[in-house]
Nanobody, 114 residues
Framework: QVQLVESGGGVVQTGGSLTLACTSYGTRFAEHAMTWYRQYATSRPMVARIAAAGNPTYAEAVEGRFTLSRDNAKSTTYLRMDNLKPEDSGLYFC?????????WGQGTQVIVSS
């Protein structure tokens, strides 16, 4: 059974840093791209994605501030978030797509205070 577990959220001041983690269970982790999303009221846009080969891509709003990496030995991705802004606040989810089925974690909350 596939399960994704996020952690690392919290409250931080503007300009601060957080590192989110997403651990995957029940998948051949090294074979799959992993993606982070942020939940808004009516949408869930992509924040960052890392291919199986390890090449990350980022949404324009976080480019240069966020760094996504993966540790295949631990089946975990890490989203390092620096220079955080209030608009980065939200519920962050990680995702893996397996044979056209999307799997999501429970999310981890990030609050950036001004």
């Amino acid at each position: 059974q596939v399960q994704l577990v996020e952690s690392g959220g919290g409250v931080v001041q503007t300009g601060g840093s957080l590192t989110l983690a997403c651990t995957s269970y029940g998948t051949r982790f090294a074979e799959h791209a992993m993606t982070w999303y942020r939940q808004y009221a009516t949408s869930r846009p992509m924040v960052a994605r890392i291919a199986a080969a390890g090449n990350p891509t980022y949404a324009e709003a976080v480019e240069g501030r966020f760094t996504l990496s993966r540790d295949n030995a631990k089946s975990t991705t890490y989203l390092r978030m620096d220079n955080l802004k209030p608009e980065d606040s939200g519920l962050y989810f990680c995702n893996v797509q397996l044979t056209d089925t999307d799997y999501w974690g429970q999310g981890t909350q990030v609050i950036v205070s001004s």
